[in-house]
């Protein structure tokens, strides 16, 4: 049986979506152990651009030229997109339930229509603006603006996470027009990994903490786990996988699609966070949730082709 190209883009986009919205979940433990988010970027980031690289050596190695012209727009993707967004992603985490970080980070997609037709004149449907409104109107329900129960530094990181999101998706759209994945996932990695090993060296970082065991808490609190063994699998499962599956998707499907199915994650957040972590949210707050993603595939649809 004949697998078209969109059936194969979908499969790939919720595979990473559902390792992904695992990944909150195991990144949120982990950082108990005393790690900083910005090394957890560093360490993610090392471990996809090794891995990545590895393969384009092995497979590919002219994929490895780049011009003066590809630089300024790789470093963006790489900086804004990777760099930033995971970590002001991870300080969200720490701070907020791991679904609500994540709807306040996928508000992006919202805004990724808007700054196609400011950057790019794409045009969009007039219920964009019905999106907008939806969006807006959810996460002040989820935030419970009346009272704002959510702590505010949370808060500002997964706005930050939304707004280099939004450069993650824009760049990577146009990016792989005449890039390979592979290469594309290699040099915004590396970009990534040398920036927060500046910012955050690993050297500095007293790695026997990390050989002791981990207790994964929650649902889960009986079962302790080498401190490595979490490191491996958050390298490998939780970032070289799911972004290698969500960048060779956007390859073969409609960014509107993309977009659309990568909100899927905020529900694997959920889904995670309450069956592992225990985290609940009120059935207020469950509304606005459900407004947001409503909100935010609305706003997808409004894109022109």
């Known amino acids: 049986m004949h697998i078209t190209d969109k059936t194969k883009g979908t499969t790939l986009a919720l595979l990473g979506t559902l390792l992904f919205g695992l990944n909150a979940s195991t990144s949120k433990v982990f950082m108990t152990t005393g790690m900083l988010p910005g090394e957890l970027v560093g360490f993610r980031s090392m471990c996809n651009a090794l891995l990545a690289g590895a393969f384009l050596l092995a497979t590919n190695p002219k994929a490895f030229r780049i011009s003066a012209r590809e630089l300024p727009g790789l470093l963006a993707f790489g900086l804004i997109g990777v760099a930033v967004m995971q970590w002001a992603y991870s300080i969200s985490l720490q701070l907020l339930p791991v679904g609500i970080a994540l709807l306040f980070e996928y508000?992006?997609?919202?805004?990724?229509?808007?700054?196609?037709?400011?950057?790019?004149?794409?045009?969009?449907?007039?219920?964009?603006?019905?999106?907008?409104?939806?969006?807006?109107?959810?996460?002040?329900?989820?935030?419970?603006?009346?009272?704002?129960s959510l702590n505010v530094t949370g808060v500002l990181a997964g706005l930050l996470a939304a707004v280099c999101t939004t450069t993650f998706f824009i760049m990577g759209e146009h990016t792989q027009k005449g890039r390979d994945v592979y290469s594309t996932l290699f040099y915004t990695m590396l970009f990534s990994a040398v920036f927060w090993?500046?910012?955050?060296?690993?050297?500095?970082?007293?790695?026997?903490?990390?050989?002791?065991?981990?207790?994964?808490?929650?649902?889960?609190?009986?079962?302790?786990?080498p401190g490595w063994l979490l490191m491996i699998w958050i390298g490998v499962a939780g970032s070289f996988l799911p972004m290698l599956f969500s960048y060779s998707a956007m390859r073969l499907v409609r960014p509107t699609v993309m977009g659309i199915i990568s909100t899927s994650e905020v529900l694997f957040a959920f889904l995670f966070g309450f069956i592992w972590l225990g985290e609940q949210l009120g059935w207020l707050q469950t509304l606005g949730g459900i407004i947001v993603l409503a909100g935010i595939v609305i706003a997808q649809t409004s894109r022109g082709k």
């Open 197 to 225: 090993g500046i910012l955050s060296p690993w050297w500095n970082t007293d790695l026997s903490k990390y050989a002791h065991a981990v207790n994964l808490g929650g649902s889960l609190a009986g079962v302790d786990v």
């Open 107 to 148: 508000t992006a997609i919202v805004w990724v229509p808007l700054a196609s037709y400011l950057i790019f004149k794409e045009r969009f449907k007039p219920r964009l603006w019905l999106g907008v409104v939806a969006v807006l109107g959810g996460l002040a329900v989820v935030s419970q603006v009346w009272a704002f």
